[in-house]
């Protein structure tokens, strides 16, 4: 039963990510589609190459669309960097002041022992294995780097795996609780 309560949390905490991605997406878009479409600015950084480029339309062309597709880049990579933090931060938090994350506050799971260093390290391998490793690949695969993302990507599906499935071993950890020293537990009591 602990099991499955511990999977139910897992997926309330991990739709408040999802909905904190959406909304960076959501942004991330909208600053995408003010950068592409402000016209008045597109036009003077156009000229102003094409004016410094001696004659080099091509050049002058090409480094103005290569100056926005990096732009555009950058603020993808930003998008999933702050996804990091925003998940990095809400484990922490929750950890930190309530002993739980949302999730098992809802169905009656708490981590012990309670102590600062102890969600620093949980939450910070709860957000690699969930999150982090996952935002690398999706950014190296951005950059151009194809072969590595998918390096990243395997070595992301092998961490959540080893993450979530050691639950289902004795002692019922995950690998979150045992490199920071701690262990999830129940609050609700039977009747």
């Keep these: 039963m602990l099991r499955l309560r511990r999977a139910m949390a897992w997926f309330i905490d991990f739709a408040l990510v999802v909905a904190a991605a959406a909304l960076f997406a959501i942004l991330t878009f909208h600053r995408i589609s003010a950068l592409v479409t402000d016209v008045p600015s597109l036009a003077t950084k156009g000229g102003l190459d094409l004016v410094t480029s001696r004659g080099d339309v091509i050049g002058a062309s090409e480094h103005l669309g290569l100056s926005l597709w990096d732009r555009i880049v950058l603020d993808v990579e930003e998008a ?12 922490w938090a929750c950890l930190t002041l309530l002993g739980r994350t949302l999730g098992k506050g809802v169905l009656g799971l708490r981590v012990t022992p309670r102590v600062s260093r102890h ?71 039977r009747a």
């Design 80 to 91: 999933f960097g702050a996804l990091v933090v925003v998940t990095f931060l809400y484990q």
């Design 119 to 189: 969600a620093l390290r949980r939450a910070a391998v709860t957000t690699a294995a969930d999150v982090a490793v996952y935002a690398l690949a999706c950014v190296l695969l951005i950059e151009g780097k194809f072969a590595l993302s998918v390096l990243v990507w395997a070595v992301a599906v092998v961490l959540f795996l080893v993450n979530a499935l050691t639950v289902f071993f004795p002692g019922r950890r995950s690998l979150a609780d045992r490199l920071s020293g701690t262990s999830v537990v129940g609050t609700f009591r």
